[in-house]
Nanobody, 118 residues
């Protein structure tokens, strides 16, 4: 059974930092590109950052220089978020996309809420 479990969300003041974690189980981690998406109420889910098993990263322009995505051999993917800007509650979702041979597979976590407010 595949599980992606996020943690680390919460309420933080503008300018502060949070680190999100996503622990994966039930997948061959090296064959998945791992990503973080976010969705605010009334908005579409959008890609924030992703990372391949080879360490290649990709960021949405609005977070470049402030967020860092990383992964380790314990099947944990992180999103370090610094210099957070004020925003209402948004749910951050962990995503896993299969990039190996064979049928495409994609999985989502349940999400963790982040609110940046004073």
């Amino acid at each position: 059974q595949v599980q992606l479990v996020e943690s680390g969300g919460g309420l933080v003041q503008p300018g502060g930092s949070l680190r999100l974690s996503c622990t994966a189980s039930g997948i061959s981690f090296m064959w998945y590109k791992m990503g973080w998406y976010r969705q605010a109420p009334g908005n579409q889910r959008e890609l924030v950052a992703d990372i391949t098993s080879g360490g290649r990263t990709n960021y949405v322009d609005s977070v470049k220089g402030r967020f860092t995505v990383s992964r380790d051999n314990a099947k944990i993917t992180y999103l370090q978020m610094n210099m957070l800007k004020p925003e209402g509650p948004a749910v951050y979702y962990c995503n896993a996309q299969y990039v190996g041979l064979g049928p495409y597979k994609e999985y989502w976590g349940q999400g963790t809420q982040v609110t940046v407010s004073s």
